[in-house]
């Protein structure tokens, strides 16, 4: 660059003369033109050997900074080829990383696998050593963790009931909500459902209910007092468990028969019923006489 400079003032003296050329030039004869043309050509080719020389120079500068850096670089050089060298351990050290679906399954890296292929090989197929997949492994582990607690839950500390111990608690259970159910269906029944049976365990229930209640104004028999006989064939208000349901529900008041509706529950009402349907045609002493329409 110093050396340009020097040759700038050569250029600025030159300049002058070609200018006294160029005057001679307008009164020369034609043979003074084509020196003065030479002249020209001579001055574009030094400028232009200028113009290379200084960018000859410039690169030169360049090259001598660069080398500098290298040698001796810069902090900031340092710290910029120092940051890439992480970044590029970093990401060498993430691709030798086994993916997830590697872990999961156990799989070596396929970086790895010169390291655990098998000695033998056939038809240019080759083995790997893989070991079992980590999944596999874990519910293997799982299942002998579930039969030690199945075996203290059950057959030594005893918290859980075996299957004939459970059976036997269900089947329990199964009759108190038998129980409940027909209890709370028995509170269901009306005249219009009631329905007869011949049950001993009903006819013996509505039996104690008929003794309790039924005995001052019916007889110990049934055969009549002051209420009508309830063993023969009449009735004053309609035969069958229906209609006697009916009767001793809401009662006959006008005949002095109270309504045991509020007395006894509907299930009761319909055993005291059943116990006087078999009272039929059993003929006791001192019957009433009969009062009523025959049941057809």
């Not at 003296?13 to 160029?22: K, R, Y």
């Not at 859980?160 to 038998?178: C, F, I, N, T």
């Not at 009631?194 to 110990?220: L, M, P, Q, R």
């Amino acid at each position: 660059m110093k050396r340009l400079l020097s040759l700038l003032p050569v250029l600025f003296a030159a300049l002058p003369l070609m200018a006294q050329e160029e005057a001679a030039t307008a009164v020369a004869p034609p043979a003074a033109s084509s020196n003065m043309l030479m002249n020209i050509v001579i001055v574009i080719f030094i400028i232009a050997a200028l113009i290379l020389l200084a960018v000859a120079l410039v690169l030169l500068n360049t090259f001598k900074v660069l080398s500098k850096e290298l040698h001796h670089p810069s902090p900031l050089y340092t710290a910029v080829a120092t940051e890439r060298m992480e970044f590029e351990d970093w990401a060498a050290e993430q691709k030798a990383k086994p993916s997830l679906l590697n872990r999961i399954l156990g799989l070596r890296p396929i970086a790895e696998e010169k390291d655990i292929l098998m000695e033998h090989k056939f038809d240019d197929i080759e083995e790997l050593d893989n070991p079992t997949p980590t999944w596999f492994m874990w519910l293997f582990y799982a299942t002998i963790f579930f039969a030690g607690a199945y075996l203290l839950n059950y057959h030594v500390f005893k918290w859980g009931k075996l299957q004939d111990e459970e059976y036997v608690v269900e089947m329990r259970d199964a009759e108190k909500a038998k129980e409940a159910f027909l209890a709370n269906a028995a509170n269901k029944i009306d005249e219009t459902n009631v329905e007869a049976t011949k049950d001993a365990a009903v006819i013996s229930a509505g039996a104690k209910i008929f003794n309790a209640n039924c005995v001052a104004c019916h007889g110990d028999k049934g055969q009549g007092i002051v209420g009508p006989n309830l063993t023969d064939d009449y009735w004053l208000h309609g035969g069958g468990v229906k209609n006697v349901f009916k009767t001793i529900k809401y009662g006959v008041p006008d005949k002095g028969m109270i309504s045991w509706e509020k007395t006894l529950t509907p299930k009761q009402i319909s055993e005291v019923a059943n116990f006087i349907i078999t009272l039929k045609g059993t003929n006791p002493p001192g019957a009433k006489a009969p009062q009523g329409e025959k049941e057809g």
